[in-house]
Antibody
Framework: EVQLVESGGGLVQPGGSLRLSCAAS????????MHWVRQVPGKGLVWVSH????????SYADSVKGRFTISRDNAKNTLYLQMDSLRAEDAALYYC???????????WGQGTLVTVSS | QTVVTQEPSFSVSPGGTVTLTCGLR?????????VSWYRQTPGQAPRTLIY???GRSSGVPDRFSGSILGNKAALTITGAQADDESDYYC??????????FGGGTKLTVL
């Protein structure tokens, strides 16, 4: 089955760190760009970060630049998001998504919830 | 900061046609922005509808179509059904590895 499964979410204090993972299966993972998208429950989608299929190129939304790091392990078919210096406004459901045709996203995970609170 | 605009809400009658739009607060949307469209129901992950302005994602019925109308991207739904009631998001590729979502449109079918 073609799927993405996120994990690693949880409760963290402001200023703390968390690493999210996204396990891919059912497709040739190293052929695809990958993205992270977040959503505060009840609010809209926000693009966070992307990485090229070989990991050579990454990009970030201004709101997370310098604090978040996207990476991937193609041998493990896994995408990561290292989140440092977390703020209350980073609390959200984090989705990983596969980059599809025409710069869009064509496959989504179910998300992992990050809560930032003291 | 790039702002992508969408109608906050829209309603359509069952069987009717509705066009949702996706614009830029500053500037025009064109095919070079490779706009994609997603729909999301509460508690579910988004589902991809349209890529690259007008490409229909696998399994998406042809009731859904994408286009450029004037200076905005558009998602048109024909023959609206009750289960089309969802939140619809556009995503715009701004270049240089930056993507931006619109705020979403809540579509009501009634």
């Amino acid at each position: 089955e073609v799927q993405l499964v996120e994990s690693g979410g949880g409760l963290v204090q402001p200023g703390g760190s968390l690493r999210l993972s996204c396990a891919a299966s059912g497709f040739t993972y190293n052929n695809y760009w990958m993205h992270w998208v977040r959503q505060v429950p009840g609010k809209g989608l926000v693009w966070v970060s992307h990485i090229h299929n070989d990991g050579s190129v990454t990009s970030y939304a201004d709101s997370v630049k310098g604090r978040f790091t996207i990476s991937r392990d193609n041998a493990k078919n896994t995408l990561y998001l290292q989140m440092d210096s977390l703020r209350a406004e980073d609390a959200a459901l984090y989705y990983c998504a596969r980059g599809g045709r025409g710069w869009g996203l064509d496959l989504w995970g179910q998300g992992t919830l990050v809560t930032v609170s003291s | 900061q790039t702002v992508v605009t969408q109608e906050p809400s829209f309603s359509v009658s069952p069987g009717g046609t509705v066009t949702l739009t996706c614009g830029l607060r500053s500037g025009s949307v064109s095919t070079s922005h490779s706009v994609s469209w997603y729909r999301q129901t509460p508690g579910q992950a988004p589902r991809t509808l349209i890529y690259s302005t007008n490409g229909r994602s696998s399994g998406v019925p042809d009731r859904f179509s994408g286009s450029i109308l004037g200076n905005k991207a558009a998602l048109t739904i024909t023959g609206a059904q009750a289960d089309d009631e969802s939140d619809y998001y556009c995503m715009v590729y701004m270049g240089s590895g930056i993507w931006v979502f619109g705020g979403g449109t809540k579509l009501t079918v009634l």
